[in-house]
T-cell receptor, first 114, second 111 residues
Framework: DVKVTQSSRYLVKRTGEKVFLECVQDMDHENMFWYRQDPGLGLRLIYFSYDVKMKEKGDIPEGYSVSREKKERFSLILESASTNQTSMYLC?????????????FGPGTRLTVL | QKEVEQNSGPLSVPEGAIASLNCTYSDRVSQSFFWYRQYSGKSPELIMSIYSNGDKEDGRFTAQLNKASQYVSLLIRDSQPSDSATYLCAGSYNQGGKLIFGQGTELSVKP
């Protein structure tokens, strides 16, 4: 079974703090994704990566950065957290060799910025 | 037009009934489609994938894809209260590994 893990289920941070969200997958997937999910707005893609040290902006990259130093790990960084970044953050991964692009999600991190 | 659009919920069905969830998509979305189930406070779980025109069955779930009409549906037979969740439809872009998700349809199965 594909396993995607995220470093924290719940996180509370203060405005202006630098926040790191970690995601690890154990299926040797090339593709990794970071989404945020908010009521009424659905899933929105923040960043994604097709390979180590590669990154692509998604639909809402402002205020975020990412790092992919190892194939299995994809980190999302909030450079200076703000209250409007309070959200559920979801990591996903997929196999690039598949023509079908199924993505598998981690359990999510619910981040609250005070 | 949204690239992937789902019928607005919430959808309420009695236990044992068939629940029908629908999704339409635009030309930008490729031929691979997925249904995810998401329980409140949890992450999306992939329950069905469909790539070819027609029906695909897995237990109580049937996914249907009609490329000519650009719609994909999910039927849940013998609905159970444990099926109560939000169902997300997703399609892949014509290139790359990205998916585009619909807004989700909330399903409530009443005992």
């Amino acid at each position: 079974d594909v396993k995607v893990t995220q470093s924290s289920r719940y996180l509370v941070k203060r405005t202006g703090e630098k926040v790191f969200l970690e995601c690890v997958q154990d299926m040797d997937h090339e593709n990794m994704f970071w989404y945020r999910q908010d009521p009424g707005l659905g899933l929105r893609l923040i960043y994604f990566s097709y390979d180590v040290k590669m990154k692509e902006k998604g639909d809402i990259p402002e205020g975020y950065s990412v790092s992919r130093e190892k194939k299995e790990r994809f980190s999302l960084i909030l450079e200076s957290a703000s209250t409007n970044q309070t959200s559920m953050y979801l990591c996903a991964s997929s196999f690039s060799g598949s023509r079908y692009n199924e993505q598998f999600f981690g359990p999510g991190t619910r981040l609250t910025v005070l | 037009q949204k690239e992937v659009e789902q019928n607005s919920g919430p959808l309420s069905v009695p236990e044992g009934a068939i629940a029908s969830l629908n999704c339409t998509y635009s030309d930008r979305v490729s031929q691979s489609f997925f249904w995810y189930r998401q329980y409140s406070g949890k992450s999306p779980e992939l329950i069905m994938s469909i790539y070819s025109n027609g029906d695909k069955e897995d237990g109580r779930f049937t996914a249907q894809l009609n490329k000519a009409s650009q719609y994909v549906s999910l039927l849940i037979r013998d609905s159970q209260p444990s099926d109560s969740a939000t169902y997300l439809c997703a399609g892949s872009y014509n290139q790359g590994g990205k998916l585009i998700f619909g807004q989700g349809t909330e399903l409530s199965v009443k005992p």
